[in-house]
């Protein structure tokens, strides 16, 4: 059938050998309803779906594209590696490299290991500070996602004497039984946790824009709680930095807080596009991991050839200078838009950004945590969400994901977007 969907037929297929159709769950639309895209190619700030058809892509495969897709000089790195090899299970002088120019970047940092995804750097990081403090207890965020390690799928327990509850099938209770997770700037109730379980507490893990609730701070004063309270009770504070690394500034959101961590997790940035992340800190913390220390982390694909050239490449650009002041100036440009389109058309609506992450809300007030997000409407965030894709304009499929510009978006790209939304904001009022 020549006019027949072929996002349709491709989901059909998937559907059928792959459990949901997709290898990731919100790729699956399942919170907005409808058939995914399956997507062909990508150029630029572009990409085009089954149909040929294209969209303004403000996912950015999930944060890495910082660049946009297909960047010359990464292009060119990757396909250099390539032919060198696609990987050898024995040292670079390449991981070298990224491990050194990571360092230069972030000073808490000085040393670094390299790992795959977010979710491994996140799970040794967690294993690392255990294994460093020798406790036990682990402080989460409601709304903060660490990957999907079994001690970090949590729920909060009923009070502060009582740990998390699985949040999946398949973890055992024994397993979260350490893992405390409290609400997302509230100063008052982490005071309390860290009195009565201080002694035990080995780190606390949070992402200091958190990007997965949306797009949500930790206020100033938070977050220096959260370093004060470490220091005073001997815990290790853990800035998981997966999605906010070299994306909300060259230095990361501890750079944007002026907090220093003791370990920070990197990822999606650090690979251009390829399964490159890591963790890393002070050198007495870190070599306590195996083969130097007691702490047992291994990777048959870490520091991988061709994902440390895409990684090294991608480094290279956007440490050049005005490379930062350009993309924030781009993504301000989008939620100032955004606010006015909303605001012209009576809808409720706000919205934040920082360096080329952005987020926004169907309401009238910035939520500064997981309970507030979860107030918001979801049947009108999808029908936003179907109107732009309608109009050519890819936004995360869930209310609960941040987006993300890159340096390949130009100006009109932002107004079409901006154009988009107010269309459907006045759509929406005559209805």
């Not at 490299?97 to 750097?121: D, F, H, K, N, Q």
């Not at 309401?363 to 109107?387: C, I, K, R, S």
């Not at 869930?398 to 100006?411: I, K, P, R, W």
Request: hydrophobic share 45%; aromatic share 8%; net charge negative.
């Amino acid at each position: 059938m020549p006019n027949a969907d072929q996002n349709d037929i491709l989901f059909d297929r998937a559907r059928a050998v792959i459990p949901g159709g997709v290898n990731s769950p919100v790729r699956a639309f399942k919170a907005v309803g409808g058939t995914p895209r399956f997507i062909r190619r990508a150029e630029g700030a572009y990409f085009w779906d089954a149909n040929d058809k294209r969209y303004i892509d403000y996912i950015g495969s999930w944060g890495p594209m910082i660049l946009g897709h297909g960047h010359p000089a990464v292009v060119e790195a990757v396909q250099k590696a390539v032919l060198e090899g696609f990987s050898y299970g024995a040292p670079t002088e390449r991981e070298i490299e990224l491990a050194e120019a990571i360092l230069a970047l972030v000073p808490s940092m000085e040393m670094v290991r390299l790992v795959s995804s977010g979710t491994e750097a996140a799970m040794s990081a967690l294993r690392l500070a255990r294994g460093a403090t020798g406790r036990k207890h682990i402080i989460k965020f409601e709304g903060c996602y660490h990957g999907h390690a079994d001690a970090l799928l949590v729920k909060a327990g009923s009070g502060l004497a009582t740990f998390g509850h699985p949040t999946s099938a398949g973890v055992p209770p024994e397993v979260t039984q350490h893992t405390l997770v409290l609400e997302y700037n509230n100063i008052a109730q982490l005071e309390e946790a860290f009195a009565l379980h201080g002694n035990d507490i080995a780190c606390l893990m949070i992402e200091a824009i958190a990007g997965n609730m949306n797009f949500v701070r930790a206020t100033p004063e938070f977050a220096k709680r959260c370093r004060d309270l470490c220091t005073q009770h001997g815990a290790l504070l853990v800035f998981d930095e997966v999605m906010t690394g070299f994306r909300v500034g060259l230095h990361g959101a501890q750079g944007v807080l002026g907090i220093t961590p003791d370990l920070t997790v990197l990822g999606k940035v650090i690979g251009g596009g390829m399964p490159l992340a890591a963790f890393g800190g002070p050198r007495a913390i870190m070599e306590q991991l195996a083969p130097l220390g007691p702490v047992y982390q291994a990777g048959t694909l870490s520091g991988n050839p061709v994902a440390t050239a895409c990684g090294l490449a991608t480094l290279k650009e956007i440490a050049k200078p005005g490379f930062y002041e350009a993309l924030s100036k781009k993504t301000q440009s989008l939620v100032a838009g955004l606010k006015a389109a909303a605001a012209a058309e009576g809808q409720a609506f706000n919205a934040d950004s920082e360096g080329g992450m952005f987020g926004f809300f169907l309401m009238n007030e910035l939520p500064q945590n997981y309970a507030t997000v979860m107030t918001t409407d979801n049947a009108q965030f999808n029908a936003l969400f179907h109107g732009l894709l309608d109009r050519g304009v890819y936004i995360a499929p869930a209310l609960y994901e941040a987006g993300f510009v890159s340096a390949a978006h130009s100006d009109d790209d932002i107004a079409v977007t901006i154009e988009a939304a107010r269309q459907i904001f006045k759509a929406s009022k005559r209805r």
